[in-house]
């Protein structure tokens, strides 16, 4: 795992404000450098569920009683679990929440010397096109004009950051259906948007600046450009993890389809049994590269 920044380098010792951790706590490099798999999702509920089934379906023993327990404990910003070679880590909202989330996990790895580690944004997403909960995997990652960079302000300039999804690590998540499976696994560019409402072309925020037209006339231009879904982490995330020397992939169910509606409305329980999708398919991709590994 590489750092772009030659400061780091020199400094002695490195507090993880938002994670609670520091690399002077007893047990910092053994906790992480065993790492190969770093599981995100937004929301801390979602993490704890793909945790505890990592730890049931990926064979990890554990001692009697034995209880997953949030490494940032000292913190309420985000939750952490290690399941063997699994890290499992919430990262909020948009954005701002998930490229603070991701500095630094990616400094934790590359002070622990943690090597060939791959990383998964398991979510959810509204789809373009498509029947609601279809799985899609992030081909390219595009902002709210449909570029395949993040642009951001730095030192009172706007700097342009490349993205780029692990090609070969998609392909073999494409291939992890089942012919049991109720839904589809296919690939797709996913729209990154700043914003959920109008940022997403939604005619349902507080605000709304455009008629019903735009907006379907947008969802087609970008439907049209290969976009087959909208959220709001994968460009932090193919950049990020593309300037670390990390493999990652974005691999998010829909929980409906936005030429149809703004509004989700599907059942708590149906929304439930979407969100376990892209865990269930990313599972089943670690635990086949985990058999190889042996
Ligand atoms: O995958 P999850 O965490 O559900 O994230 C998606 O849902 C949130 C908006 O509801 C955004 O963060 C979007 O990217
Ligand atoms: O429409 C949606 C659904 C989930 N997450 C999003 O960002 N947008």
Redesign the pocket.
Request: with cysteine; hydrophobic share 25%; proline share 0%.
């Given at each position: 795992v590489q750092v772009r920044n030659d400061f780091l380098r020199d400094q002695k010792a490195d507090t993880f404000h938002h994670l609670g951790l520091s690399t002077k706590m007893k047990h910092f490099n053994e906790t992480f450098s065993d790492l190969k798999y770093v599981c995100f999702?937004?929301?801390q509920g979602?993490v704890y569920n793909m945790a505890d089934r990592l730890l049931n379906e990926l064979n990890i023993s554990k001692p009697i009683g034995f209880q997953l327990a949030n490494i940032c404990k000292n913190t309420d910003r985000y939750v952490m679990y290690k399941v063997g070679p699994v890290l499992c880590v919430?990262?909020?909202?948009?954005i701002s929440s998930s490229s603070v989330v991701l500095n630094e996990i990616i400094k934790v790895l590359y002070y622990s010397n943690a090597t060939d580690v791959s990383m998964f944004?398991?979510?959810?997403?509204g789809g373009i096109g498509i029947s609601a909960g279809t799985v899609v995997i992030t081909s390219v990652a595009v902002d709210g004009l449909l570029r395949p960079f993040l642009e951001v302000p730095i030192l009172g300039e706007l700097v342009k950051i490349p993205s780029s999804l692990s090609v070969s690590q998609n392909e073999k998540l494409l291939k992890c259906g089942d012919p049991s499976d109720d839904f589809q696994i296919i690939p797709g560019k996913t729209m990154c948007s700043w914003d959920?409402y109008e940022g997403q072309a939604r005619l349902d925020g507080a605000r709304c600046e455009f008629n019903m037209e735009k907006k379907q006339a947008f969802l087609k231009k970008a439907y049209d450009d290969g976009v087959r879904n909208v959220?709001?982490?994968?460009l932090t995330f193919a950049t990020m993890c593309c300037q670390a020397g990390i493999s990652a992939s974005v691999i998010?169910v829909t929980l409906l389809n936005r030429f149809e509606t703004d509004q989700i409305t599907v059942s708590e329980d149906c929304l439930r049994e979407w969100?376990h999708r892209p865990m269930t398919v990313v599972i089943r991709h670690i635990r086949s590269q985990l058999c190889k590994r042996e």
């Open positions: 999702s937004g929301s979602r919430n990262h909020g909202i948009g944004r398991i979510g959810t997403s959920f959220e709001m982490e994968s998010c969100a």
